[in-house]
């Protein structure tokens, strides 16, 4: 229950991560919109004014799966609390200075990173307050709609929004001056030890029928990460690390792309890496979002597989063009799409393993769509 005749129950503490109802996350927002401290005594980063908000502002929680805690206020800021606040640096304080500074507009609005120590000291991540953006549609949501309706129009501006994006991430700022770096010869090394390693964890912890499927294919999974072999001269720039249509909302004026956290499979890589990467991934989401229109409203496989191609083309065609648009073709080589495709599925995998089990079908679907012909016979 919001305390809207009450004072707030107070700041946020090592152990007690606010909840929508309880007046902290409210409290907090009202201070930052008056420019004081945040009332914790945590540090922050500011990016944009925050608009005037009361203390005793209405709270509400986000009804979706995700790892965090996401609270919007007075339906015109979301403060999400990393719970457990994790350890500096992280990237979305970096990619919000950045993208405010070299004007990309296509995301919620960010407002401030809250952080602060943990026990032991270390700094740490503790909030991340952006604009709430109205009507706004989870990507699992209404993409699905559209491959249910046949719809492949809107793929024209994720691919846009893509482009725009990595242009965005190419052109230099205070934060990241020197924006654009370029592959050794011994990048493609790293690359495929990478994906080697994601299908080896991907092997391991899939169990079942799934598992001796994957088992039977991994020769062929293998020889498809063969395919990085352009590395040398590739260029490199800080990319989203985890996009997929989860990741963009449809509101009332377009399309946004939000959470810059990263990929939460990946540990210790390094954070510059090819845009072929994101577009890989942002093309499996399609893929994936065939597989839930077949499970859970009942669409015709052969249909959605289609459906999932076609809108696959149509991105692929938009983000070029949108890249050509910015003076920035170069950014995408090509050759590196189907092998961080495959090892993106392997990472669903490690994904649905370890956070959301129930989500394995959707990467062992795609996985068996590419390779149906192989079988227990032919291994």
Same mark, same amino acid.
């Given at each position: 229950?919001?305390?809207?005749?009450?004072?707030?129950?107070?700041?946020?503490?090592?152990?007690?991560?606010?909840?929508?109802?309880?007046?902290a996350?409210?409290a907090?927002?009202?201070?930052?919109?008056?420019d004081?401290?945040?009332?914790g005594g945590?540090a922050?980063?500011r990016?944009?004014?925050l608009?005037?908000?009361?203390?005793?502002?209405?709270?509400?929680?986000?009804?979706?799966?995700?790892?965090?805690?996401?609270?919007?206020?007075?339906?015109?800021?979301?403060?999400?609390?990393?719970?457990?606040?994790?350890?500096?640096?992280?990237?979305?304080?970096?990619?919000?200075?950045?993208?405010t500074?070299?004007?990309?507009?296509?995301t919620a609005?960010?407002?401030?990173?809250?952080?602060?120590?943990?026990?032991?000291?270390?700094?740490?991540?503790?909030?991340?307050?952006?604009?709430?953006?109205?009507?706004?549609?989870?990507?699992?949501?209404?993409?699905?709609?559209?491959?249910?309706?046949g719809?492949?129009a809107?793929a024209a501006?994720?691919?846009?929004?893509?482009?725009?994006?990595?242009?965005?991430?190419?052109?230099?700022?205070?934060?990241?001056?020197?924006?654009?770096?370029?592959?050794d010869g011994?990048?493609? !090394?790293?690359?495929? %030890?990478? +994906?080697?390693d =994601?299908? &080896? #964890? @991907?092997l391991? $912890? *899939?169990?079942?029928?799934? /598992?001796?499927w994957?088992?039977?294919?991994?020769?062929?999974?293998?020889a498809?990460?063969r395919g990085?072999?352009?590395?040398?001269?590739?260029?490199?720039?800080?990319?989203?690390?985890?996009?997929?249509v989860?990741q963009?909302?449809?509101?009332?004026?377009?399309?946004?792309v939000?959470d810059?956290?990263?990929n939460?499979?990946?540990?210790?890589?390094?954070?510059?890496?090819?845009?072929?990467?994101?577009?890989?991934?942002?093309?499996?989401?399609?893929?994936?979002v065939?597989?839930?229109?077949i499970?859970?409203?009942?669409? !015709?496989?052969?249909? %959605?597989? +289609?459906?999932? =191609?076609? &809108? #696959? @083309?149509?991105? $692929? *065609?938009?983000?070029?063009? /949108?890249l050509?648009?910015?003076?920035?073709?170069?950014?995408?080589?090509?050759?590196?799409?189907?092998?961080?495709?495959i090892?993106?599925?392997?990472?669903?995998?490690?994904?649905?393993?370890l956070?959301?089990?129930r989500?394995?079908?959707?990467?062992?679907?795609?996985?068996?769509?590419r390779?149906?012909?192989r079988?227990?016979?032919?291994?």
């Open positions: 229950m919001n305390p809207s005749s009450t004072e707030p129950d107070g700041p946020p503490s090592p152990e007690r991560t606010p909840v929508a109802g309880d007046g996350t409210a907090l927002v009202a201070a930052l919109s008056r004081d401290d945040p009332p945590q922050v980063a990016f944009h004014p608009p005037p908000v009361r203390a005793t502002a209405h709270e509400r929680g986000i009804d979706v799966d995700q790892t965090n805690n996401s609270v919007v206020v007075d339906e015109r800021v979301v403060v999400k609390w990393l719970t457990p606040p994790l350890p500096l640096p992280q990237p979305a304080p970096q990619m919000f200075a950045h993208l500074s070299v004007g990309f507009t296509a609005l960010p407002y401030a990173a809250l952080t602060g120590r943990s026990a032991g000291g270390a700094e740490t991540l503790v909030a991340l307050v952006t604009a709430y953006l109205p009507e706004a549609a989870d990507g699992w949501e209404w993409c699905v709609e559209e491959a249910v309706a719809r492949t809107f501006d994720l691919g846009r929004l893509a482009a725009g994006l990595h242009a965005a991430m190419a052109t230099p700022s205070p934060a990241f001056p020197e924006p654009v770096r370029v592959a011994d990048a493609d !090394d790293g690359w495929a %030890a990478r +994906a080697r =994601a299908l &080896a #964890r @991907a391991e $912890l *899939t169990c079942g029928e799934d /598992g001796a994957l088992a039977r294919h991994a020769f062929e999974l293998a498809g990460l990085f072999g352009r590395a040398a001269g590739t260029p490199l720039i800080r990319i989203h690390g985890d996009l997929h989860g963009t909302l449809r509101w009332r004026e377009g399309y946004a939000i810059f956290d990263g939460p499979t990946v540990t210790g890589a390094d954070p510059f890496q090819p845009a072929a990467r994101d577009l890989a991934q942002l093309g499996t989401s399609l893929e994936h065939a597989q839930v229109a499970l859970r409203r009942g669409a !015709d496989p052969a249909q %959605a597989l +289609a459906w999932a =191609a076609e &809108a #696959r @083309a149509v991105l $692929l *065609t938009a983000y070029r063009e /949108g050509a648009a910015h003076g920035r073709p170069e950014l995408l080589e090509e050759s590196l799409l189907g092998p961080f495709e090892e993106q599925e392997c990472r669903e995998l490690i994904y649905a393993a956070h959301l089990p989500w394995r079908y959707a990467p062992m679907g795609v996985l068996r769509a390779f149906p012909h079988t227990e016979e032919t291994a």
